[in-house]
């Protein structure tokens, strides 16, 4: 065999699989499409599951691809051993219901042997321990020595991954040497040691699984390969692990040269070493598949890979944003075989840099805070250390530091977290982003409902208002019905339809369905989970039965502003990427007869100025009476045109591409005005952050316009009514007044306030209970401000040194609770984070914090006073 370098070997299996009648598929995105129940792509089938299944038709019978992946559970131990990562590339050939087991055995056999040259006694073959079949394929029709064959349990070879397809597999072994091994007798594929390199495993798709150990058999079994690329790498090019393979090297020389550190010279350097160039690897791709880091979900992934990243550069001493500079070099490594990096260059580059600045200005402060927490967890005297989880929460909601690196540092330290704490002041906050998420397209039943709907749907409405169709299913109720009656609210599937179907942002139309004097009501047209268009809405008049021949005929005044404001989305994202930059990208958008939203990458809130600039460029356009065009076309023309795509979308060999006199040119499948200026107007009424490098402008159009400066008009009309002004002219120095007066008032309300709270807590002085040697005293301050009761805290702490304070108040129906413990009490062995803690438990709360300060808080305010009297118990158990 001779050396090969990644990006040929990816060639030459693309080649010799193309040579056996495959059609070659581009990468997927990582962000998988329509899949729930994955975050990212992480295996070469996953994108294809729909295919396996055959919920859709494949391209092709026969298909070879090289899948970008992501697995990220074993994330801590990237860097730490030489065989973890997060990215790698995935080779595989599929058969849909074409050929099994023969072939694709022997295919990859000559792959292996002819056309890599491996030496065949440096190869061995295992299989499913039940699976008689393959073991008469590889011996009599291949000619695999039996001695070179092994049976393996379900453990090692029954391919599943979740829920989907599965089944038994056959993998193919590379013998690295003895040297290599464990020293065992019977070391052998599948032992734990290194010798024994699994790279091509051959899974024969029999089955689909829910995940839960039941098991389906496919009507048509499949082939699913997977080869993974860096070990092919490591193979062919004869070195020890993926972070030697030439293009992952490259990537890591370009951080080693920033560094001035080299690899394999110091254990700690070479484990940053590779986190930083594993972790660079996975971002980049992210970042160019539309991903952007954020709190949650796939964001939350690639700002954790960014941000662990970032960290291991300043253990190598780097301290200025760096990543963005080696994701140069990720591109470079990679730009034969995934051209849309760089087409995406300068805004992958933006989209890291920035997630650098951003944890730069944080890091620094988070880590200094981070350690003064630690320096005093580690100078406790008691067994375990542990850090609060309130501490932890502090980090993150603060300062932005992610727990899962607080965690990784702490592993470092020997220091535990106090989970549950933590986790108790994140279900908040964890609660609002699960009502936050809403599936889209649920139509409220099951898919099922519409399984045995062969074909699909055809639509006539971009040319047509209305059209002859045939009623081809019904529903009511979650189920199949042969007719709908008068009253009756349920959904449609018609033969032909001009009913634009809510997607790619657009609403679906509404409208009405007749037959004879017969009426069903529109109020919706949505897509079921299988691709089927389905009218919503109500029988209103007689009856309507499957088969009916009727007349379909949309809204045309609802249509119409639907479609102002989807042309004025093009328009909109034109002006903005003129005004902001090339860096603007659609990451969403919604447009109905009422509204424009719009969804764009930029990494700040838009300046005013910068809004007036956008609305003045995109009512030039209007004004302009630009045409508009829509055509399909194959997608390279498409590109050529340099129209733009949405990030993570699959387009198909043709497109429809909206152009408006190369102003603004985008593959898009909606519907749109044929000239800019019915658009009518435009007019920006809301910009603001969606989420991390996430921004959100509204606006409206047409009469919506109209509508809103009526709107406005009245407000002010209103506003000038309360102030008693006469005049619009007069209200921003009539505000600025009232504003100033409220001001001075409150500061002194809050004044007198602090003196009521300070006057009720000196009687608790005097009330004291002695306990161990201390002093414990309580108050409920009704009505108190939070900083109110800070600074009596910190008052009678500094005042009584041997004290334990306790005090409440109570305000919207919550109880904030402040223990503080002057400095006697704490070397006594008080813990006011610990009391708290317990203290607020008792109430059916949660709290933490320092030893001599810390604060929580509970909505069961009447539980209050009976913690109160458990407070000498808590106390006099932490007295040493």
Known sequence: MEWTGLNELREQFYRFFEGKGHLRLPSFPLMPHDDASLLLINSGMAPMKKWFLGVETPPNKRVVTCQKCIRTPDIENVGKTARHGTYFEMLGNFSFGDYFKHEACAWAWEFST???????????????EDDDEAIEIWTKEIGVDPKRIVRLGKEDNFWEIGSGPCGPCSEIYFDRGEEYGCGKSDCAPGCDCDRYMEYWNLVFSQFNGDGEGHYERMAHPNIDTGMGLERLACIMQGVDNLFEVDTVQNIMKHIMRIAGVEYHKDAKTDVSLRVITDHIRSTTFMVSDGILPQNEGRGYVLRRLLRRAARHGRLL?????????????????????YPNLVENRDYIIKVIKIEEERFARTIDQGLGLLNSIIDKVEAEEMGQKVMAGADAFKLYDTYGFPVDLIREILDERKIALDEDEFNAQMNAQKQRAREAR???????????????????????????????????????????????????????VLDITPFYAESGGQAGDSGFISVGGNAFNVYDCKKSKGGHIVHVGEMSVGTLSVGDTVKAVINIDRRRDIMRNHTACHLLQAALRSVLGDHVHQAGAFYDDNVCRFDFSHFSAVKPEELRKVEEIVNGMILSAMDVKVQEMPLEEAKKLGAMALFGEKYGDIVRVCDIEGKSTEFCGGTHLDNTAKVGLFKIVKESSVAAGVRRIEAVTGKNVLKFIDEQAALMDQTAAALKVGSHSELPVKAAAVTAEIKELQKELDSVNAKIAEAQSMGMFEKAQEVGGLRIANAQLTGAKIEALRAIGDRAKDMKPDMVCVLTTVNDGKATILVVCGKDAVEKGAHAGKIVKEFASLCGGSGGGRPDSAMGGTTEIFKVDEAMAQLPAIVQKMIR
Not at 120 to 128: A, C, G, K, M
Not at 447 to 469: H, I, M, N, S
């Open 438 to 492: 809403a599936a889209m397209g649920d139509l409220g039943w099951e898919e099922d409902v519409l399984a045995d709907l062969t074909g699909k749907e055809q639509f006539v409405g971009y040319g047509q208002t209305e059209a002859e169709a045939k009623v081809i299913a019904l529903v009511k109720d979650n189920q199949r019905v042969d007719r709908l009656e008068d009253g009756d609210l349920g959904s449609v």
């Open 317 to 337: 001493g780097i301290t200025e944003p760096f990543l963005y500079k080696v994701c140069e070099t990720v591109i470079q490594e990679n730009a034969d075989a």
């Open 114 to 128: 002819k056309t890599l040259g491996l030496p065949v006694d440096r190869l061995w073959v295992s299989v499913y």
